[in-house]
């Protein structure tokens, strides 16, 4: 991923959207939109080689797939829920945007519970 590409792209959305919130602002939210993907589209992009790097070492570890799994999800709704949010609050829905981080969080929060007890789990046994 080149950070280059990805700030000059936001810049220059942000400077449109300027430039259109006061002529036509049902465009200039449309552009923040268009923006966002675009960012989104570059960034998962460069990501297979982190997931690549990251079933190698699920391989090595030896422990659960699923664990693991879980882990990368929870990382993906947390950055969708901070995405989605600031998103709300860039068009002024500072409260659906809350809304949303407090759905994430809780979300999050049910899907560490297997990653936690089987943590648990594994301590124990290593203690016996």
Known sequence: MDIFKVISIGIIGAVISLMLKSTKSEFSIMTVLATGIIIIILVLSS?????????????????????????????????LTEYSSSMCQDMGAGSIGKKIQFAGKITIFLMAMPIVTALINTVASLLE
Do not use: P
């Open 47 to 79: 990501l297979t080689d982190v997931i690549i790097a990251f079933n190698q070492i699920v391989e090595k570890s030896g422990l659960d797939s699923r664990l693991f799994s879980g882990l990368l999800k929870i990382v993906g709704i947390g950055y």
